[in-house]
């Protein structure tokens, strides 16, 4: 029997709107028999999940998606994490300081926005972000809340994108420090929605910025995303046969916000299951040190 997996969702612990154990219950309800916790630059949801999975029979995978900035801002992206140890103590520091960055980033865009006349305070923003760490998805839902933008599309459209009168760019880690940590902790590195990072328009296009990730120990290429078409998805697909990265996917889910994503199904092309399971699990193993982390 084949299982259905999804290896990129997001809770309240970074922008999502289903606490970790929510998750891990939608997914026993929906049939999505694996999933991997990778909420953005943060870990605290993956035990929560883990914990209501194992009571519910779906196995839940440690994960994290870095914020990666360099060569002064030109070239970013996401690189998730998957398979960590959340108790690795370097991995701890590292989303304790990625943490606080996302606070003054947070207060940096609300000045922002009053200097363009719109007033959002510092407490409603915590109020809405909860336990999780404050980012532009929040920021968004309290443009919606105070009736300033329709959709959060409108308020990224509007304010928080490149270009847009409230956008701070976000600190993020050099792709080598991101990709050496993850694989200290256990995991392997995969560059996540690849033609949505910054920097793939650049000379030598996607090829070349995935080559350059892949000098600095990149292990897996994410092949499948609601974000892109089959043609994008083939193209993927050879790309990482050609350097030998583990082809990983999943739906980004998000919950409430993004409501036509659903878990383990995307958009609804979305269909992993065990090859793809089998394949990031021994990926996993290969570079994991004798006896673990």
């Known amino acids: 029997m ?3 997996c999804d290896f990129h969702v997001h809770s309240t612990v970074s922008d999502g709107t289903l606490a970790p154990g929510e998750i891990a ?3 026993h309800e929906t049939g999505v028999d694996t999933l991997a916790l990778t909420d953005h630059d943060e870990i605290a949801g993956v035990a929560e999940a883990a914990r209501r999975g194992s009571e519910l029979g779906v196995e839940v ?3 994290i998606e870095f914020s990666v900035t360099e060569d002064e801002g030109r070239r970013q992206m996401h690189i998730l994490g998957l398979g960590i140890d959340p108790d690795f103590p370097a991995l701890r520091e590292c989303v304790a300081a990625l943490r606080s960055a996302r606070v003054r980033r947070s207060v940096e865009i609300l000045e922002r926005l009053r200097e363009v006349g719109i007033h959002i305070s510092r407490e409603r923003l915590a109020e809405i972000a909860g336990e999780g ?3 532009r998805p929040h920021v968004a839902r309290a443009l919606v809340e105070a009736g300033v933008c329709a959709s959060m599309d409108e308020a ?3 304010f928080l994108r490149r270009g847009r009168p409230a956008f701070i760019a976000h600190p993020g880690l050099p792709s080598e420090r991101a990709i050496s ?3 200290a902790a256990g995991g392997i590195a995969s560059l996540a929605h690849p033609l949505s990072s910054l920097g793939v328009q650049a000379p030598g296009g996607l090829e070349l910025f995935v080559e350059r990730l892949v000098a600095t120990g990149l292990d897996g290429l994410e092949v499948w995303h609601p974000s892109q078409h089959p043609g994008q998805t ?3 697909g050879k790309l990482a046969r050609k350097w030998d990265l583990v082809p990983t996917g999943g739906s980004d889910f998000h919950g409430a916000d993004r409501p036509d994503v659903k878990l383990g199904r995307g958009r609804g092309r979305l269909r992993l299951g065990r090859p793809e399971r089998d ?3 021994d990926r996993i193993a290969q570079v994991r040190v004798p006896g673990g982390v």
Do not use: P
């Open 2 to 4: 084949d299982l259905r």
């Open 25 to 27: 219950s939608l997914a």
């Open 61 to 63: 995978i440690a994960g």
């Open 133 to 135: 760490s404050i980012g």
């Open 156 to 158: 990224f459209g509007r």
């Open 181 to 183: 940590l993850i694989h």
């Open 234 to 236: 083939r193209k993927l």
């Open 279 to 281: 394949r990031i699990l």
